[in-house]
């Protein structure tokens, strides 16, 4: 649950989400549910040399499980938050 907070926060924001196909997509925070499913807008391939079939999608859904990493904006991270709430996670509260 800790996760599925802070990524509402960055709705909207840029963000680049690795799969782990190893194809990597960057795109606008559009929607993100309990089982970090992702929705990108306006979405680009990282290395569209490797993925040319990639190019023409703008908008796509992206399943919880197939997501190997997802990397945050840096002004989108706030690392005081993080600690708090992983704190209270870990304490059960």
């Known amino acids: 649950m800790l996760f ?3 990524f509402k926060e960055l709705v ?3 963000v680049t989400v690795e799969l782990k196909n190893d194809l ?3 795109g606008k925070l559009h ?3 309990q089982y970090l499913n992702i929705k990108l807008e306006n979405t680009r391939v990282v290395d569209q040399d490797k993925y040319p079939h990639m190019l023409s ?3 796509c859904f ?3 499980s197939v997501v190997r ?3 945050l904006p ?3 991270v706030d690392i005081d938050i993080l600690h708090d709430a992983t704190r209270r996670e870990a304490r059960g509260g």
Do not use: P
Request: a positive charge; zero cysteines; proline letters at 0%.
């Open 12 to 14: 909207g924001k840029e």
């Open 62 to 64: 992206i399943r919880g």
């Open 24 to 26: 990597a997509i960057r």
């Open 69 to 71: 990493y997802v990397l």
């Open 4 to 6: 599925f907070s802070y």
């Open 31 to 33: 929607s993100v549910d």
């Open 74 to 76: 840096q002004d989108g």
């Open 57 to 59: 999608v703008r908008n």
